[in-house]
C-alpha cells in the first residue's frame, strides 16, 4: 500500500509508475478501503447528490433553525445573485451563496455531507457545484475532489494520521514541494 507524507511524494510516485495523479489516488484509496474502484466512484456519486441537495434545502426562506437565530440568508443571497447586486460578482456571489446554504442545513439538523468537518460543511460543496456549473463540468475533477473527504475518514478510522496543510502542500517547513508536476498531473486529471 502506498504510504506518503506529501503531495509531491505523490506525484513522483504517479510519475514513476506512469498513472495520472488522480488514477493512482483512485487505486490506492480503493485498496485502503478495500472496495473497488467502482464502488468508490459510487460513494462519490452519492456524496455529491447529497451536496445538491444540501444547498436546495438552504434556500428555502422560510426555513430556521431550532434557535431561529440561523436561515433564510441563503435565500437573500440568492435572490441578490438573480438581480446582479451581488458585490462578489456571480461566480464568487454563487459559490457564497451554497456555502450558506449547505450551512444553514446543517444548522436546521439536515442532511450534509461533512467535509472535511460539519463545521465546514458548505466549503466543499460550493467549490464542486460552482466549478460544475459555472465551468461546465469539470467531470472527473469534482469526483476526485470529492474523493478527499473518504481519504481522510480511512486515514483516521485505520489509525493512520491526517496530514497537515504543510505536509500535503509538500514540505514539512511550509510548502514548496514539486508544484510544477502537481499542476501538470492536475490538468490532465
Given at each position: 500500500?502506498?504510504?506518503?507524507?506529501?503531495?509531491a511524494?505523490?506525484?513522483?510516485?504517479a510519475?514513476?509508475?506512469?498513472?495520472?495523479?488522480s488514477?493512482?489516488?483512485?487505486?490506492?484509496?480503493?485498496?485502503?478501503?478495500?472496495?473497488?474502484?467502482?464502488?468508490m466512484?459510487?460513494t462519490?456519486?452519492?456524496?455529491?447528490?447529497?451536496?445538491?441537495?444540501?444547498?436546495?434545502?438552504?434556500?428555502?426562506?422560510?426555513?430556521?433553525?431550532a434557535?431561529?437565530?440561523?436561515?433564510?440568508?441563503?435565500?437573500k443571497?440568492?435572490?441578490?445573485?438573480?438581480?446582479?447586486?451581488?458585490?462578489?460578482?456571480?461566480?464568487?456571489?454563487n459559490a457564497?451563496?451554497?456555502?450558506?446554504?449547505?450551512?444553514?442545513?446543517?444548522?436546521?439538523?439536515?442532511?450534509?455531507?461533512?467535509s472535511?468537518?460539519?463545521?465546514s460543511c458548505g466549503i466543499?460543496?460550493?467549490?464542486?457545484l460552482?466549478?460544475?456549473?459555472?465551468?461546465?463540468?469539470?467531470?472527473?475533477?469534482y469526483c476526485?475532489?470529492?474523493?478527499?473527504?473518504?481519504?481522510?475518514?480511512?486515514?483516521?478510522?485505520?489509525?493512520g494520521?491526517?496530514?497537515s496543510?504543510?505536509?500535503?502542500?509538500g514540505?514539512?517547513?511550509?510548502?514548496g514541494?514539486?508544484?510544477?508536476?502537481?499542476?501538470?498531473?492536475?490538468?490532465?486529471v
Open positions: 500500500m502506498l504510504k506518503y507524507d506529501s503531495i511524494e505523490l506525484v513522483n510516485e510519475e514513476k509508475r506512469g498513472l495520472k495523479l488514477e493512482l489516488v483512485l487505486k490506492t484509496q480503493a485498496a485502503m478501503t478495500e472496495k473497488t474502484e467502482e464502488e466512484f459510487a462519490m456519486e452519492r456524496s455529491l447528490q447529497v451536496m445538491k441537495e444540501s444547498v436546495q434545502d438552504g434556500l428555502d426562506k422560510d426555513k430556521r433553525s434557535s431561529g437565530l440561523t436561515g433564510g440568508d441563503a435565500y443571497l440568492n435572490e441578490a445573485l438573480k438581480a446582479g447586486k451581488n458585490i462578489a460578482g456571480h461566480f464568487f456571489g457564497m451563496m451554497k456555502a450558506v446554504a449547505v450551512a444553514q442545513t446543517n444548522a436546521c439538523m439536515g442532511r450534509i455531507v461533512a472535511p468537518t460539519a463545521g466543499l460543496p460550493s467549490a464542486l460552482t466549478l460544475q456549473e459555472e465551468k461546465n463540468g469539470y467531470g472527473t475533477v476526485i475532489c470529492g474523493w478527499y473527504r473518504d481519504c481522510n475518514e480511512c486515514q483516521r478510522g485505520r489509525g494520521r491526517r496530514l496543510g504543510r505536509m500535503r502542500r514540505k514539512r517547513n511550509g510548502g514541494g514539486n508544484g510544477r508536476a502537481l499542476r501538470r498531473h492536475t490538468q490532465a
